[in-house]
T-cell receptor
């Protein structure tokens, strides 16, 4: 089954404790991205990657890091989480051609205390 | 200026009736794509329908259709024969340009509640 997976689905942590949210897709998509969703603000792109070893900042990259060492994986790293990073996070992937529909992971609900 | 505008604060519809969710967009790129996603209370983002800027006909997918008015830059989602399971938040999104460098921009969403 074609899908984007994220782990963990729920995470409660404390300020300053480094964490990683994993993302993996099995559709051989080149383009992957991370979004955060906050009430009243819709989805905002954090980082994106056009292929292996090619990443770039989205609209709200501060406080986040990403890596793309393999085509299927695109982890999101919070080196020193703060309470303003409490949010719902989505990983997404798309092929980059044709209708180029973007498929989303199930979301990770992060709370930083 | 916002690229995607969804101004309806919340919509209510009676079960089995049709409902239109509004979306206007702003772009100067001649090649773009428009998407609608559904987000139920469980949180996942579900792709519903796609309309390309060069498509001559309005897109349809089952009970979903997209009323694409290019000159007005609107891409309204029409849901026919509403069901209780249609209660969710709906997001309109636009991709400008083509290829992997193109970016997807989302509106702020509209909440739809279907009444029995």
């Amino acid at each position: 089954e074609a899908q984007v997976t994220q782990n963990p689905r729920y995470l409660i942590t404390v300020t300053g404790k480094k964490l990683t949210v994993t993302c993996s897709q099995n559709m051989n998509h080149e383009y992957m991205s991370w979004y955060r969703q906050d009430p009243g603000l819709g989805l905002r792109q954090i980082y994106y990657s056009m292929n292996v070893e090619a990443t770039d900042k989205g609209d709200v990259p501060e406080g986040y890091k990403v890596s793309r060492k393999e085509k299927r994986n695109f982890p999101l790293i919070l080196e020193s989480p703060s309470p303003n990073q409490t949010s719902l996070y989505f990983c997404a992937s798309r092929s980059g051609y044709g209708t180029d529909t973007q498929y989303f992971g199930p979301g990770t609900r992060l709370t930083v205390l | 200026a916002q690229k995607i505008t969804q101004t309806q604060p919340g919509m209510f519809v009676q079960e089995k009736e049709a409902v239109t969710l509004d979306c206007t967009y702003d772009t100067s790129d001649p090649s773009y794509g428009l998407f609608w996603y559904k987000q139920p209370s469980s949180g996942e983002m579900i792709f519903l329908i796609y309309q390309g800027s060069y498509d001559q006909q309005n897109a349809t997918e089952g009970r979903y259709s997209l009323n694409f008015q290019k000159a007005r830059k609107s891409a309204n989602l029409v849901i026919s024969a509403s069901q209780l399971g249609d209660s969710a938040m709906y997001f309109c999104a636009m991709r400008e340009g083509t290829g992997a460098n193109s970016k997807l921009t989302f509106g702020k969403g509209i909440t739809l509640s279907v009444r029995p």
